[in-house]
């Protein structure tokens, strides 16, 4: 999930161009799985849903900038008292409106702005890199217990990896975003991973997204098999270092 920052202000608002637009957003149609940018714009355009469009992902970005202040007072807390920090980086992004319009669409979901909002829950992503995976777990249920969060969903791929080796946290929350004349709930998927399992999903990540590839099943073998190496050097480094605090004194 790279961090990506979407201009939407570079999004046509020229009310003028209304039948040009109608016109061109037939094109999303014809355009059979190769949408772009533009086109997405366009059939917003036709619809005069720019501007809505541009504010709901505006509530969204709020959202991320909400849970990430949540994190950071967390990661601050909590390093003074253990004197480590919970989380060594943390990765944010808001889905891109092409990614959007191709999810809903391979689910057989028109492209509306409430089928955004009901059908989709990770618009907003922030992704928590750990270095102990008991940190993972901490940081999840501090969050979790904040009184104006609502867990709706919770998938530990930690417990339960995926067939693939894949192993995260995942948190679907709610959180209010408080505008000028009321409060809105918003849904932010938080995945929470230590630094070798990142690593773990990027490599992997990047084999499923190619297409054709020589030796594709020795490859996920041994993606199978580097992931439980990594669960075991986790969990190995997490007795080293419950060893080392529990020994010694602190040097000045
Ligand atoms: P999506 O439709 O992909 O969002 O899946 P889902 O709704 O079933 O949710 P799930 O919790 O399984 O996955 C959500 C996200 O976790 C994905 O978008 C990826 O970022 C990540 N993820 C899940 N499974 C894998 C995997 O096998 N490999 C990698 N690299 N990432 C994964
Ligand atoms: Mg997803």
């Not at 920052?5 to 039948?19: F, P, R, T, V």
């Not at 969204?60 to 949540?70: F, G, H, P």
Request: charged share 30%; with cysteine.
């Amino acid at each position: 999930m790279a961090v990506e920052h979407i201009d939407y202000s570079k999004m046509d608002l020229d009310e003028n161009a209304g039948s040009k637009r109608a016109i061109k957003a037939i094109g999303v149609i014809a355009n059979d799985g190769k949408i772009t940018y533009n086109d997405i714009e366009n059939m917003l355009g036709a619809r005069d849903q720019i501007k809505d469009f541009q504010i709901l992902m505006m509530k969204y970005e709020c959202a991320l900038s909400e849970v990430r202040t949540k994190l950071d007072v967390l990661n601050k807390e909590l390093s003074l008292i253990n004197n480590r920090n919970p989380f060594e980086s943390i990765k944010m992004r808001i889905k891109t409106p092409v990614s959007i319009y191709k999810k809903l669409t391979s689910r057989g979901i028109e492209f509306t702005l409430d089928n955004i909002n009901e059908n989709l829950s990770d618009i907003a992503g922030i992704r928590v890199i750990c270095s102990f995976v008991d940190d993972i777990y901490m940081l999840a249920e501090c969050l979790a217990n904040q009184d104006d969060i609502t867990v709706l969903q919770r998938k530990d791929y930690i417990e339960k990896p995926k067939k693939s080796g894949y192993r995260s946290l995942h948190l679907i929350i709610e959180v209010p975003i408080f505008l000028t004349t009321k409060k809105e709930y918003m849904k932010v998927e938080v995945q929470f991973r230590t630094i070798a399992m990142d690593f773990w999903a990027s490599l992997e990540h990047k084999m499923k997204y190619k297409k054709n590839i020589e030796n594709q099943e020795v490859i996920t073998d041994d993606l199978k098999f580097s992931a439980d190496l990594i669960n075991q050097l986790d969990l190995r480094m997490q007795q080293i270092r419950e060893k080392i605090d529990a020994s010694g004194e602190e040097r000045e």
